[in-house]
Every structure is written in C-alpha cells, then in structure tokens.
C-alpha cells in the first residue's frame, strides 16, 4: 500500500468526498481497498455495498472502519442504484473491492475532477509488468469490442469503458438513471455521459492481480453478451432514429433485390406472373416506411427525454460552483434542499 505524502494538498474545506464500494464476496481484497482509502483519501466517508455476500465481508469491511450497507438485490447495477441514491456527497470515488486497482492515484484523479470541473474522471488499466497477466485475454479483446461499439455508436474517446474505477460529481451521480443489473452498469455509466455531453477525462491507472485465494466474479461470455445487448438497447432508446432508419434502409435494399427480376419480366412481356413476390415486395417496402416513421416519432420522444435529464442535471451545482460556494459561505439554494448542507 502507497503512503500519503507528508505535505498532500487537502481538498477545499466542506467539500464532501464519498469511496462507494461494491462488494460479493471479496473478504480477501476489501480489508486492502478500505486501509488504502484510509491512507491515501483520509477525508473520504467510505461506504461499502454488500451485496448479499456468503462470506465474511461485511464484517471485514466493518473492523477496517467502512460503512457497510447490505444490497439485497443480487448484480453491481443494483448496487450502484444504491450506491447513488443513499450515499450524499459532492464527490463519488466508486472502485470495485477486489483490490486490483491500485489508488494510489485517487487523489490526482479527483483533483483532476476538481481543476477541470468535470463530471466523471476513469481510471484507464495498464498492466504492470512486475504483476504478470492480470487483465485476461479475453476480457482485453473483449473490452476493446465493447469500447469501439459503444464508440461507433454513441462517440466519444473512452478507451477503457468497462473501468471500475471511477470518479464522478455530484451532479453525475443524482441525474443517473441506473437501469441495469450486472456487471453492464459500466455501459450504462459511459453512453449517460456521452448522452448528456459532460465533460470527463481518463487517467492510467495500474491493474493489479487479485489477491490469493480470490476468484473473479465476471463471465467473459455471459456477461459480454449482456454488455451487448446493453450497447444494443441503449441505442435503440437513445438514437431511435439512426436505428430504425438503418432497418428501414436494409428492408428498402431488400425489396430492391427481390422487385428487379419482376419488372424486367413486366417490361418484356406486360404480365407479374409472380404474384406471390410482388406481395412480398409490397410488403417488404410499406415495413420500411413504417419502420421509418416509427423512428421519428420515438425520436421525438426521445428528445424530449433527454431535455429533462439535462434540466435535472443543471439543477445541481457543478464541482467547481461547489467550492466557490463553499469558500465563500453563498447558500446554493436548490441543491441544498437536495441533500447538500449550504
């Protein structure tokens, strides 16, 4: 574990920092992620989420000095829903509790979030040499896939999008609509800051080998495949009409491909002596019209969507307004109503 530096820049006086863990069954790793929280963030509350473990975490988590809430609710989705919504702080520093992130660089991540005023700073794994193979083959492709769909698809310059470590604001955290259940709650954390178009940053961070004895709990093909149909629906309710405008050019082509033969054969001879394609084609083409009016209707939708989650986002003050504020005793009004002490 890295120790603090003697002369460790604090935080701006009242800004409230919050470590957000979630754990399953990491008695051997959370001792560790907890003690170096203690080190290297002193000023941090730190919250551990138990989701429904059989070991002894929550015991573990509680003798280092965390608080411990117990998730019910089995996936990490379900437990980043609780983590955002019981959890009051103006800065979240959410890092799985398997200890294989190192935090040594905690402190320059939030800082990092502070000086540029962002809204989510991710902490980028890199191998260490001296570690051996901690990031799976398969998981690293993987990763890459998932990142330049959701790069493709959504934009963006993430080259680490399925990170566990990350730090968010305040206003982040209470405008995020958690909807997944697993381990694709980190696609849901990407796509909603691209969406919104906040401000974020990456920073390297180094990825450690799990402790002895500890075993991953991610599925390289189970959970790819949900990841993927994330990327999938995501795109479906975020850009309705990139999607049915893209099925609508495939079933347009399509009937283009099966219509040729019948009207060359209508221009030699006068007749449709296939009646049965000609009905296909017909319909081939009326769903591709409609397909296409269902995609502006649900962009419609879709827009005013996003409208409100952008309201409910500027309601709440950003980091830098935060500690304006705070050196300057100003009440920040709303958002002190919303949980924030002025």
Partial sequence: MTEPSAHTPALPGGLRVAAVIPCYNEALAIGKVVADFRALLPEAEIHVFDNNSTDDTAGVATAAGAHVTHVALRGKGNVARRMFADVEADIYVMVDGDATYDLSNV?????MLIAGNLDMVVG????DPQEGETYRRGHRFGNRLLTGSVAWLFGGGFTDMLSGYRVFSRRYAKSFPALAKGFEIETELTVHALELRMPYAEMPCR???RPEGSESKLSTYRDGWRIMRTITRLFISERPLDFFSLV???LFL???VL??????TYLETGLVPRLPTAVLVTGIMLSAMLSL????VLNTVTVGRQEAKRLRYLVIPGVLATVLALRQGTDLGA???DGRRP
Wanted: hydrophobic share 50%; proline share 3%; net charge neutral.
């Fill in 248 to 250: 609508a050019t495939a």
């Fill in 259 to 264: 219509v040729e033969p019948l009207v060359l």
């Fill in 207 to 209: 990825y450690l080998a």
């Fill in 254 to 256: 399509l009937s283009l």
């Fill in 335 to 337: 958002s002190s109503r």
């Fill in 107 to 111: 402190r320059q991540m939030v800082d």
């Fill in 124 to 127: 980028t794994r890199v191998e």
């Fill in 293 to 296: 009016v269902c995609g502006v």
